[in-house]
């Protein structure tokens, strides 16, 4: 491989969009987790992550399970859907 990622355990991700826009990133999903990884090559052959915090609390409501993601193309979001039909809207650096 010409990189690898661990993911952590607890959440089978099953959803990976790569980034049209940055072909060293991509983003990937679980039922609960979205996880936002950056490829560091060629300094390393490893994908780091970030996997921003999710509560009820921040959304003043329940969260259903998420089902999938994509990178908007042209900007710094991404969007996740909900098995409720929600959608969370994610923003670098927010």
Do not use: H
Not at 20 to 44: C, E, H, I, T
Not at 73 to 82: E, H, I, L, N, S
Request: glycine share 8%; aromatic share 12%; charged share 20%.
């Amino acid at each position: 491989p010409s990189a690898v990622g661990t993911i952590p355990a607890g959440d089978l991700q099953t959803c990976v969009r790569f980034s049209k826009d940055d072909p060293s990133q991509l983003l990937s999903n679980g039922k609960q987790r979205v996880y936002f990884w950056k490829a560091q090559l060629p300094y390393s052959r490893e994908f780091k992550y970030y996997s921003p915090p999710v509560s009820a609390r921040d959304f003043k409501q329940a969260i259903g399970d998420f089902t999938v993601s994509v990178f908007v193309p042209g900007t710094t979001m991404a969007v996740t859907g909900t098995i409720d039909g929600d959608v969370v809207v994610w923003e670098e650096g927010s």
